[in-house]
């Protein structure tokens, strides 16, 4: 129906979550509207974004250097680590405003049915960050999602972390937030009173 390099781009933009075969369209027009210099703009963002983003040495969340900007922001507070499923999950946190230490990103949860087992996600660093005696952590907040494998991956950690450091205080985000689903879709107020109102764990 168009153009092989129309089809090219509509079928990229397809793939994206969200965009079904009309939307996809509508976006590849838009691109085609465009002036070059943001048609450029955006294929440039996305070759970029690719080359340059990895995960901090830290933290393993996303940056652009070594380590991150929370990790090298020294106004942080070290001694708290907010333990994380996804980068994507730093950003609601963030927006509440009522955290300021650092995190922590698993890179997924735990799901033995999924083959997703500890060795997978970055849980070992974790634990290497709390045996750290040059930056003593006094608390890990345990913000995984509220879903069953979020769950499970709180409850391990937390069992590994009392036997292996305790002295430091594990804390788990209040209830409240909607059950079975992600902190990425939390509203920032529920998180935020979820987050004040962390219990010891
Ligand atoms: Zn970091």
């Known amino acids: 129906m168009y153009a092989p390099s129309i089809q090219r781009l509509i079928s990229e933009l397809g793939k994206l979550p969200g965009i079904g075969a009309r939307t996809a369209q509508r976006l590849a027009f838009h691109i085609l509207r465009a002036s070059s210099e943001d048609a450029t703009a955006l ?8 080359l340059r983003i990895r995960l901090c040495e830290v933290c393993f969340n996303l940056a652009d250097e070594p380590r991150c900007r929370i990790c090298t922001d020294e106004r942080r507070d070290a001694g708290l680590i907010c333990v994380v499923e996804e980068a994507g999950d730093v950003i609601p946190v963030e927006r509440t405003h009522e955290y300021r230490g650092r995190y922590h990103v698993l890179g997924g949860a735990l799901s033995p049915i999924d083959g997703v087992d500890p ?6 660093e974790l634990y ?4 750290d005696r040059s930056q003593p952590i006094r608390e890990v ?9 979020g769950e499970a991956t709180a409850l391990h950690i937390a069992d590994v972390l009392r036997e292996r450091a305790p002295e430091v205080i594990v804390t788990r985000l209040a209830s409240g937030l909607p ?8 509203d920032e107020v529920t998180l935020g009173k979820a987050l004040l109102g962390r219990q010891r764990w």
Do not use: F, M, Q, W
């Open 128 to 131: 290497r960050r709390v045996d």
């Open 179 to 186: 059950v079975g689903g992600d902190l990425e879709y939390a």
């Open 43 to 50: 294929a440039e963002s996305i070759t970029e974004v690719k």
């Open 141 to 149: 907040v345990l913000a995984t999602n509220p879903t069953t494998t």
């Open 119 to 124: 060795e997978h996600l970055k849980i070992a």
